[in-house]
T-cell receptor, first 113, second 115 residues
Framework: DTAVSQTPKYLVTQMGNDKSIKCEQNLGHDTMYWYKQDSKKFLKIMFSYNNKELIINETVPNRFSPKSPDKAHLNLHINSLELGDSAVYFC????????????FGPGTRLTVT | AQTVTQSQPEMSVQEAETVTLSCTYDTSESDYYLFWYKQPPSRQMILVIRQEAYKQQNATENRFSVNFQKAAKSFSLKISDSQLGDAAMYFCAYRSANTGNQFYFGTGTSLTVIP
């Protein structure tokens, strides 16, 4: 049973296209996150939702739009893709409350050509 | 915002030996949690160990243990009897107990295990 799943795992697309990455967790967690990991492996928080409400929105181009239809899903839609968007995108979830670790999805490697 | 620093971009260790990965953090809070995550080549992020700041006792998980020095804001990870499967990126992370759900990650240490 996959705790946090992401689809697709690999995504190759051309500049200017619009794409979405889906994330689902079956852990019953309240909070979900999107991270971007660049080629140097640096993990950067992008967004966080708690009970479908946006609570963290770091400095991210507005071409990136998260959508949380329910507590178990947090999708990431990217408009007008650019070369610099190439990275691995991780979805994660955690239970609210102190000390709770994050559970990560397998990541989506996005390549923009 | 809190910052987490991993000053060793790369480390290597001989199989069966012991290695220590460093992590320091900057915070004005007294209550928080610290984590070490492992990211093998499969890129799946896996929790290795967790430490509560209010606990003086260092956390241990089998061959993995931490040296938590609260006053020095230091949280190092010791891997004993290193195995080939320990080769991975290791990330140190901080989570406040008070200010919500954000995690702060360090820049990672790439560990190579030499057979």
């Amino acid at each position: 049973d996959t705790a946090v799943s992401q689809t697709p795992k690999y995504l190759v697309t051309q500049m200017g296209n619009d794409k979405s990455i889906k994330c689902e967790q079956n852990l019953g967690h309240d909070t979900m996150y999107w991270y971007k990991q660049d080629s140097k492996k640096f993990l950067k928080i992008m967004f966080s939702y708690n009970n479908k409400e946006l609570i963290i929105n770091e400095t991210v181009p507005n071409r990136f739009s998260p959508k949380s239809p329910d507590k178990a899903h947090l999708n990431l839609h990217i408009n007008s893709l650019e070369l610099g968007d190439s990275a691995v995108y991780f979805c994660a979830s955690s239970q609210a409350g102190p000390g709770r670790e994050q559970y990560f999805g397998p990541g989506t490697r996005l390549t923009v050509t | 915002a809190q910052t987490v620093t991993q000053s060793q971009p790369e480390m290597s260790v001989q199989e069966a030996e012991t290695v220590t990965l460093s992590c320091t953090y900057d915070t004005s809070e007294s209550d928080y949690y610290l984590f070490w995550y492992k990211q093998p080549p499969s890129r799946q992020m896996i929790l290795v160990i967790r430490q509560e700041a209010y606990k003086q006792q260092n956390a241990t998980e089998n061959r993995f243990s931490v040296n938590f020095q609260k006053a020095a804001k230091s949280f190092s990870l010791k891997i004993s009897d290193s195995q080939l499967g320990d080769a991975a990126m290791y990330f140190c992370a901080y989570r406040s107990a008070n200010t919500g759900n954000q995690f702060y990650f360090g820049t990672g240490t790439s560990l190579t295990v030499i057979p």
